[in-house]
């Protein structure tokens, strides 16, 4: 069992930046795979980035390449999220999740390859 606590988010003006981090308990933290997914109003849940369980391999969606990095201290149990250069249209609510190293495919990015959620943090970008 793994309970994820994100932080950070808020009000943002657009061209600026913000950091998310997510907490981790239990002590398997460094044994799954973690990611960021997004969900704004009215919109399906987004794969935003991931990162392998050694914190070796990262991977984004296009719309947030180079942009965003995922990063992952394992001593601490914590991912992060930075954003930088916001959009409005990174407005949403992000959830970090945990999910299977093992997972191949479309699960590295669905919803549906995470076990365990955030209760999710409100990032608003202002135009």
């Known amino acids: 069992q793994v309970q994820l606590v994100e932080a950070g988010g808020g009000l943002v003006q657009a061209g600026g930046s913000s950091r998310l981090s997510c907490v981790a308990s239990?002590?398997?933290?460094?044994?799954?795979?973690m990611a960021w997914f997004r969900q704004a109003p009215g919109k399906e849940r987004e794969f935003v980035a991931r990162?392998?369980?050694?914190?070796?391999?990262?991977y984004y969606v296009d719309s947030v390449k180079g942009r965003f990095t995922i990063s992952r201290d394992n001593a601490k149990n914590m991912v992060s999220l930075q954003m930088n250069s916001l959009k409005p249209e990174d407005t949403a609510v992000y959830y970090c999740?945990?999910?299977?190293?093992?997972?191949?495919?479309?699960?590295?990015?669905?919803?549906?390859?995470?076990?365990?959620w955030g209760q999710g943090t409100q990032v608003t970008v202002s135009s």
């Open positions: 999740a945990a999910g299977s190293p093992m997972n191949t495919g479309f699960l590295r990015t669905a919803p549906s390859g995470y076990n365990y």
């Open positions: 239990g002590r398997t933290f460094s044994s799954y795979a």
């Open positions: 990162i392998s369980s050694s914190g070796g391999t990262t």
